[in-house]
């Protein structure tokens, strides 16, 4: 090599010229004379040999990329996304023009100049690379295309020559705008992520139309290498290409100075968590693809289909939040469980840092409720360190929850100190709380009572934490809130709401049973005696229950069940059914009651109202039973008018006036507590919209002495119905024709009071066989 003193050796200096422009010039004449000759040996190559074997364009010309199933609520807001290439196909003139530039600021400025080879481009890199700057590539979009499509990653001359050649072939068939569209739908740009319009949704959860300059810069900068240069990956490096990109538009004059430094300065806000769609409505996304999948099997990940549901966006976050807020309260009446796992820390702090991280790593996130491991704790303060590597102090109200695990005398599997794992929760800018994960279920589903269409499903905590979903796979005893449809029953047989039923101990020997003996109970142990019917139900009487079906039959009570949409296999004829012991879904439920709200008429709750294909183009359409269609009437109007008048009862003056708390006079339903407090619900209406909420073990078991569905699930279902209900306009129920008002209360017109059935006081007959005793001992509200 050439030294820094060789000035006093002449004879080298002539030999090896030192000036830039000798050097450029020497290597521009040897450049063109070997292009020269390379552009000869391809041409020949080509026309002989390669052009002839190119592959067919109908992939491109014909384009129609791997398109993932999409979900959607009612109101266009995507709720769910299957399929390994996460793509939104749009046309090039729907994609906005800051995006097609930044494009082509980084990847191809003169596309529309050249003929598929950039041969300036290619001496300018070749130029670039010689001065020592970053290597520069010279690859077209055209190229890149039909490397894409058509070639493997190989570097290689004979790969090379093939790539030219294709995208001279390319370009004869495809116009500009058509290889720039493929362009921008194909590439892979991370996070599972193809196309720019999915990585806007992914990264920014924008639409493509909506991104900024600074934004679109990001985006550009992707291609080149997706997994380093993502800002979820690596946010600093994303930034660095970023900010490359933002100087080359202002220097081929895409942006004016003034965008690029708003740009330049812009914070980018990213979406980390990439799967986080614009809902919690995981369990209907799943749902729906169940039911896609059924009908286009493996097509069903890849033609785009859209699938468009009938939840909408304010009623399905309504409900979510009443559910996770209501498991949240349980939590906070019963006792700390202890921390959830233990560490020991490193003294050492990266140390100690690397191994939180990697603990913690183990734990996911619950929506708002964090894991974290705690670094030092006593009775008033508890410091902690998140996932993210941000410290906490809880101090006061924050602790209250886990006071008895801070003390030194606390068991040493509850006890909080340093490495514990622990549960928090942010209660607003400054404070926090320890909490923990529940481990009792819930559910929640709202539907029309029109149609069916349901409004929210909400079929468990946490989607993540399990998949089971409660609303639609969870058989559970109904408990006092299946009583309504044995009222019902009653209303065919020449009851009314005025029958006087006595409310007085009921109890059979073990020969009367053939097993052993029993003693049904109201649920506070309290008997009142002679009392109507619509009494009974308004206070959830036991006694008077299992007299009216003994009175009916519990085979016709059974029978008279399915007309609702029960499975009779699930609710045998036995008197145990007046007490709501058999099993049910609240999906069932919801169909169930919406049969009181609208009249009469059974309809069926459905998810999906449309799947269109990627175009547009409608494939199917939901033909849902309407209330109002004779064909699907299950019980009469009257009927239907006499069980609400009751069930509004229940909410103004029995065990559901937590509801009043709405301030509405258009609102019915029934709680629900089964033996042994196992399960808890509530089943309520306004004329227009069915609601249930359910909480329960999914190993069953006591939910606790005092807890009730009134206290339990009504809660959730005032939550959710205080949000769900705030346009709907109050409404009164007219008396159907073919009823009589005797002394405020509704008779059927045929079966005035004087022909009635007045009073019931009789021992019932045991039906039950042998193994049903078992089943029913106990309190049941």
């Known amino acids: 090599m050439t030294s820094d003193n060789s000035a006093s050796a002449p004879k080298k200096k002539l030999r090896l010229p030192k000036s830039l422009a000798a050097r450029i010039t020497i290597y521009l004449v040897g450049l063109t004379a070997g292009l020269v000759l390379v552009g000869a040996l391809v041409v020949g190559f ?23 199933l999409r979900i959607f609520s009612a109101d266009n807001v995507l709720i769910g996304e299957f399929g390994e290439e996460r793509r939104n196909m749009v046309r090039i003139k729907e994609i906005p023009d800051v995006m097609k530039k930044a494009v082509l600021a980084i ?75 493929i362009y921008m739908n ?31 810069a990001m985006l550009a900068g992707l291609p080149k290498a997706p997994s380093a240069n993502n800002p979820v990956a690596n946010p600093a490096r994303a930034k660095v290409r970023q900010q490359y990109i933002l100087q ?32 919690h409505a995981e369990y209907v996304a799943e749902m729906a693809r169940m039911l896609v999948y059924e009908q286009y099997k493996e097509e069903t990940y890849t033609r785009g289909l859209n699938v468009y549901t009938t939840i909408t966006k304010a009623d399905q976050e309504a409900a979510y939040q009443a559910v996770r807020r209501g498991v949240m309260d349980y939590e906070k009446r019963h006792s700390y469980r202890g921390p959830e796992a233990y560490m020991d820390i490193p003294a050492e702090k990266d140390a100690a840092a690397d191994a939180i991280e990697t603990e913690l790593a183990e734990y996911a996130e619950s929506d708002d409720i964090l894991p974290a491991v705690v670094l030092e704790a006593s009775p008033k303060l508890v410091r902690a360190v998140l996932s993210s590597g941000e410290e906490i102090s809880i101090s006061g109200n924050g602790l209250s929850f886990v006071s008895s695990a801070l003390g030194s005398n606390a068991a040493q599997n509850r006890q909080i100190k340093r490495g514990s794992i622990v549960r928090v929760l942010q209660q607003d800018e400054k404070h926090w709380t320890v909490t923990q994960m529940p481990q009792v279920e819930s559910a929640f589903v709202s539907a029309s009572t029109s149609d069916g269409a349901i409004r929210a499903l ?78 009974g139900l308004t206070k959830s009487k036991n006694m008077i229950s299992i007299r009216i079906l003994n009175k009916i039959g519990a085979q016709y009570g059974q029978e008279y069940a399915t007309r609702f949409g029960f499975d009779a296999d699930k609710n045998p004829p036995y008197l145990t059914l007046a007490l709501g012991a058999g099993s049910v879904t609240p999906l069932q439920m919801a169909a169930a009651y919406a049969v009181f709200a609208n009249g009469g008429y059974k309809i069926n709750p459905y998810i999906i109202s ?49 509801a009043l708390s709405l301030n509405r006079t258009d609102l019915a339903g029934k709680t629900g507590t089964t033996n042994d407090s196992f399960d808890a619900w509530f089943a309520g209406y306004h004329p227009k919209l069915v609601g249930i909420a359910w909480i329960g073990f999914d190993q069953p078991k006591n939910l606790g002495s005092r807890e009730t ?56 007959a045991w039906p039950y066989p042998e193994n049903e005793a078992d089943s029913i001992k106990g309190e049941v509200l």
Do not use: C
């Not at 890149?144 to 004979?158: D, G």
């Not at 468990?460 to 409660?470: A, E, I, L, W």
């Not at 409608?618 to 009437?633: M, N």
């Open 46 to 68: 080509a026309m002989t040999v390669a052009y002839p074997n190119l592959p067919s364009l109908d992939q491109l010309t014909d384009y129609r990329p791997k398109m993932p």
């Open 107 to 181: 990847e191809d400025d003169r596309f529309y100049d050249h003929g598929g080879v950039d041969y300036l481009g290619i001496l300018r890199a070749s130029l670039h690379n010689l001065t020592g700057g970053a290597k520069q590539g010279a690859s077209t979009i055209t190229q890149q295309v039909a490397r894409n499509f058509f070639l493997t990653s190989e570097q290689t001359f004979k790969r090379k020559i093939y790539e030219v050649l294709l995208a001279w072939k390319i370009e004869q068939k495809l116009t500009k705008d058509q290889i720039l569209e």
């Open 186 to 216: 194909q590439i892979y740009l991370g996070q599972r992520a193809f196309g720019f319009s999915s990585a806007a949704q992914i990264y920014f959860g924008k639409k493509l139309q909506d991104i900024s300059i600074a934004e679109a």
């Open 248 to 279: 080359r538009m202002r220097h081929l004059g895409y942006i004016t100075d003034e965008q690029f430094e708003k740009a330049k300065n812009e914070v980018v806000k990213i979406k980390t968590d990439s799967g986080e769609f614009g809902i």
């Open 458 to 535: 909400v079929g468990g905590f946490d989607y993540n934490r399990s998949k089971f979903n409660h609303v639609t796979q969870a058989w559970r005893q109904p408990g006092s809130s299946f009583k309504p449809f044995i009222y019902s029953a009653s209303l065919e047989k020449g009851l009314s709401p005025s029958t006087v039923i006595n409310d007085s101990p009921l109890s059979f020997s073990s020969g009367q049973t053939g097993g052993q003996a029993w003693e049904p109970k109201n649920y506070d142990g309290k008997y009142d005696g002679p009392m109507t019917m619509r009494r």
């Open 610 to 658: 449309r799947i269109t294909n990627a175009d547009g183009k409608v494939l199917s359409q939901a033909q849902p039973d309407k209330a109002g269609d004779a064909a699907v009437r299950v019980i009469d109007e009257r009927n239907a008018f006499m069980m609400d008048s009751m069930l509004k009862d229940v909410v103004k003056q029995g065990t559901a006036t937590k």
């Open 709 to 764: 569905g009134g206290g339990l699930a009504l809660p959730i279902w005032i939550s959710y119905m205080q949000k769900a209900l705030k346009d709907y306009p109050m409404e009164q129920r007219a008396m159907p024709e073919g009823l009589v008002n005797v002394n405020g209360d509704f008779f059927y017109a045929e079966n005035p009071p004087a022909t009635g059935v007045r009073s019931l006081g009789v021992e019932p």
